[in-house]
């Protein structure tokens, strides 16, 4: 049994990235207090951007193409599964015109809703679902999301030119 | 169990219009939606099935959910209890006390089941089981025993492990059961104890956490090791105690893969990192599935099909403040 004890440690808390700014991340993505979608995100070591977690704050604001990660808390029976927060973020026209993929995070015990924000997000705006993690994500699934969204670009950059 | 487990010195009046910890409110939510009753389920539509079973196997389900039964026993009356007076926010304690109730409701469906599926002599017999077997007494001493501990911190761990991992040698039956259409009504009862031991952990884990910043780092140090202990000593006892349930009908190693993902998932909860890995964490896919209906689902970024991806299928969208 081999143990990967360098763990968890602490995280630094975050609210989001400041309220009605612009990013040029090509990753963004949603984390509630608990924080185990923001530290996934964190092990990739991409730049990122984070919707900022107050649904009163002024959402942020997408520069150019990217992938969202979006949490699934186990919405009863199936409604409200979407946060809040990004159901803000996309209601921008020009956020929904940039984005190109989602990344669900959940919980199989959630059994029919897992990952369901994501599924929902991805039918409404027509773009693939890539991958799908629980909680904080195995060291598998940080390898396998980075080596995704780089051929990912790649073939979006092809399909461009 | 002779020592008491301490109570509140002081309350007062819970103001849920001033809120400390969102989570507290989010989680009463969804804990209030998730609510459920067994006597809603039509559990007796699973008689002819429990007849197809063999009396081996009758017993091991019935063995199975004694052990289910124990485990909610002690959370509904000792472990939710406990975390309650070291709660940070009047709403933490509310949030347990709804924890407490559901552990007790679940530990009510499995009589349930029994009295739907068995006689009184075949329900008696498989709780002087639980009350004989040496592995089952043993996990349920060790959780009480840090329950009635002074280390509030200690005891969101073990609180988080039994919801997060000390079932699944149990749960797993029933989603086998399912995988091969049997005992189906069964299996959608144990979802929702499912669905709801997921909302718990994840609760209690990130009262852990919380926890976990109001000190040093020696502390957090001390606290991690004894995690890791924790679940290596209840890993132990877990792996003997699948030999003992399911060595009979040859299904222990596939268990143990069960084990293993959901020990990952219970470390996770507390923000630590997956112990064990991928390769000892491949469940059998028709349990995962049973699990959860879309968990096996290709969603590898571009496996299967060359240059394309699975654009998500239409779903229905009830969710407000959705048009746009």
């Known amino acids: 049994m081999t143990a990967l004890l360098e763990a968890g440690g602490t995280v630094e808390h975050g609210s989001g990235n400041a309220p009605g700014s612009s990013t040029s991340a090509s990753l963004i993505y949603f984390s509630s207090a608990s924080e185990y979608t923001h530290r996934f995100v964190r092990k990739l070591g991409l730049e990122a951007a984070r919707v900022p977690l107050y649904t009163q704050d002024e959402t942020i604001y997408a520069q150019r193409p990217y992938v969202l990660v979006v949490p699934t808390y186990g919405g009863e029976s199936g409604k409200n599964s979407i946060p809040r927060q990004v159901l803000k973020f996309l209601k921008h026209e020009g956020n929904r015109a940039m984005l190109k993929g989602v990344i669900g995070a959940g919980n199989t015990n959630f059994g029919t809703t897992y990952c369901l924000a994501a599924d929902k997000i991805a039918a409404k705006c027509g773009v693939p679902h890539l991958y799908r993690f629980e909680l904080m994500g195995t060291a598998e699934d940080v390898v396998r999301v980075k080596e995704g969204l780089e051929e990912f670009w790649k073939r979006q950059l092809k399909n461009q030119q | 169990m002779t020592e008491k487990v301490k109570l509140l010195h002081h309350v007062e009046a ?137 280390d509030p911190l200690k005891k969101r761990v073990a609180s988080t492990l039994l919801e997060s991992f000390l079932f699944y040698s149990g749960f797993y039956l029933p989603m086998y059961w399912s995988s091969r259409a049997k005992l189906t009504n069964t299996a959608d009862l144990i979802r929702l104890i499912i669905r709801d031991e997921a ?97 096996d689902e290709n969603h590898d970024f571009f496996s299967g099909s060359g240059s394309s991806y699975v654009i998500g299928k239409a779903v229905n969208t009830e969710d407000e403040d959705w048009d746009f």
Not at chain 2, 85 to 109: C, G, R, W
Not at chain 2, 215 to 237: G, I, M, S, W
Request: hydrophobic share 40%; aromatic share 12%; charged share 25%.
């Open chain 2, 14 to 150: 819970i103001n849920w219009n001033r809120i400390q910890d969102e989570k507290d409110v989010e989680v009463w939510n969804r804990l209030v939606n998730n609510f459920w009753l067994p006597e809603k389920v039509p559990l007796s539509n699973d008689v002819q099935s429990w007849a197809t079973l063999t009396p081996a196997e009758q017993e091991m389900t019935m063995r199975v959910f004694t052990g289910l039964t124990l485990l909610d026993t002690v959370q509904g009356t000792v472990g939710a209890v406990s975390l309650i007076p070291d709660a940070l926010t009047p709403h933490e304690e509310a949030v347990y006390t709804n924890i407490a109730f559901m552990e007790s409701v679940h530990a009510k469906s499995y009589s349930s089941i029994f009295s739907t599926l068995c006689s009184t002599k075949e329900i008696d017999e498989a709780f002087r089981w639980s009350t004989e077997n040496e592995n089952l007494q043993k996990k349920a001493q060790i959780i009480v025993d840090y329950y009635v501990g002074d």
């Open chain 2, 199 to 295: 909302v718990h952990g994840y609760y209690i884990g990130y009262k852990f956490q919380k926890g976990l910043e109001q000190v040093d780092e020696a502390r957090r140090q001390e606290l991690k090791d004894y995690t890791y202990e924790l679940l290596y000593e209840l890993y132990d006892n877990e792996v003997q105690y699948t030999h003992d349930l399911y060595d009979g009908v040859g299904l222990a190693e596939d268990v143990k893969k069960f084990l293993h993902y959901n020990a990952n998932k219970a470390l996770m909860n507390l923000g630590y990192e997956a112990m064990f890995p991928s390769t000892v964490t491949d469940v059998n896919p028709a349990i995962l599935s049973a699990l959860s209906p879309n968990a």
